[in-house]
């Protein structure tokens, strides 16, 4: 079956960097298109960045805009999401997500990993 795992996430002051990856298997990792989204505490789900199936075209968050690159190596099936100048505001469980197209919205996804925590201190 689809499985997605992501890693990389911990503790990190604020304007530190932080790299998560998210490990693909069980499905044809190339074809598919890959999103990161992630959840604070008592609030939604929101949508973070997304990447097509061949890395040419990125999409982000204005919130992440200039501070995170996303990015995928196909050979390894694996995800990245790199995290420059992150603030306080950036803690959250991060999710990978896979999808027939990047998009910002949830529903466009159809299998979901079980989130890796990111937290920032001031």
């Known amino acids: 079956q689809v499985r997605l795992v992501e890693s990389g996430g911990g503790l990190v002051q604020a304007g530190g960097s932080l790299r998560v990856s998210c490990a693909a298997s069980?499905?044809?990792?190339?074809?598919?298109?890959m999103g990161w989204f992630r959840q604070a505490p008592g609030k939604e789900r929101e949508f973070v960045s997304a990447?097509?199936?061949?890395?040419?075209?990125?999409y982000y968050a204005d919130s992440v805009k200039g501070r995170f690159t996303i990015s995928r190596d196909n050979a390894e099936k694996t995800v990245y999401l790199q995290m420059n100048s992150l603030k306080p505001e950036d803690t959250a469980v991060y999710y990978c997500?896979?999808?027939?197209?990047?998009?910002?919205?949830?529903?466009?996804?159809?299998?979901w990993g079980q989130g890796t925590q990111v937290t920032v201190s001031s």
């Open positions: 997500a896979t999808g027939s197209r990047p998009s910002s919205w949830k529903g466009e996804y159809h299998v």
């Open positions: 069980g499905i044809t990792f190339s074809s598919y298109a």
């Open positions: 990447i097509s199936w061949s890395g040419g075209s990125t």
